[in-house]
């Protein structure tokens, strides 16, 4: 199984809600990326969990909350999110570390994102 | 911080002509790899480049890591209506950075 899926596959929510995206994969991969990308702009890492342990957070905000509850699993969750929030955003995962906290970036695999508007 | 550009931003060719796009670094790499993403989907990983001037080729398409690992270059001969997208570059040094892709149209 070489696939990364991502639920919900989209996700309208007003600015006072909570709501969490999920990801999951089953390749074995150590190493898992959110990324947001705006229409017709690159992928913008966000957070790097490696062996379930966060290793790079973007200067996120905190409105923005990562959570990794085992090696197959990734959530984003949500709240008080802004209009300028809404994006496609994006799982990934990949193997190959080249120590236990910072993964090796070899090949990643992209689950079909979540597209989010904030009303 | 480190910026990884791409050009062209756009291209259109006629099905049948040759495509490349080129990618800058603004600092050094220790590999670059090159991802393609069709409209209204998800970034599909085509290959990563490690060694200063590397050349791999996928069938039409020739990968090439520039000999001081900060430019990278993708050329695709003989375009088809199939190879529609954007296509992104995205380096290493301590981290991933996409760089601003390229997005190709290929007219029948």
């Known amino acids: 199984d070489t696939e990364v899926t991502q639920t919900p596959k989209h996700l309208v929510m007003g600015m006072t809600n909570k709501k969490s995206l999920k990801c999951e994969q089953h390749m074995g991969h150590r190493a898992m990326y959110w990324y947001k990308q705006k229409a017709k702009k690159p992928p913008e890492l966000m957070f790097v969990y490696s062996y379930e342990k966060l290793s790079i957070n973007e200067s996120v905000p905190s409105r923005f909350s990562p959570e990794c509850p085992n090696s197959s699993l990734l959530n984003l969750h949500l709240h008080a999110l802004q209009p300028e929030d809404s994006a496609l955003y994006l799982c990934a995962s990949s193997q190959g570390l080249r120590g236990r906290t910072i993964p090796s970036y070899n090949e990643q695999f992209f689950g079909p994102g979540t597209r989010l508007t904030v009303l | 911080g480190q910026q990884v550009m791409q050009i062209p931003q756009y291209q259109h060719v006629q099905e049948g002509e040759d495509f490349t796009t080129y990618c800058n670094s603004s600092?050094?790499?220790?590999?670059i790899q090159w991802y393609k993403q069709r409209p209204g989907g998800h970034p599909v990983f085509l290959i990563q480049?490690?060694?200063?001037?590397e050349v791999k080729k996928q069938k039409r398409l020739t990968f090439q890591f520039g000999e001081a690992k900060k430019n990278s270059s993708l050329h695709i001969t003989a375009t088809q209506t199939t190879d529609v997208g954007t296509y992104f570059c995205?380096?290493?040094?301590?981290?991933?950075?996409f760089g601003t892709g390229t997005r190709l149209q290929v007219f029948p």
């Open positions: 480049l490690v060694k200063s001037g």
């Open positions: 995205a380096g290493d040094p301590d981290k991933l950075i």
């Open positions: 600092t050094t790499l220790s590999n």
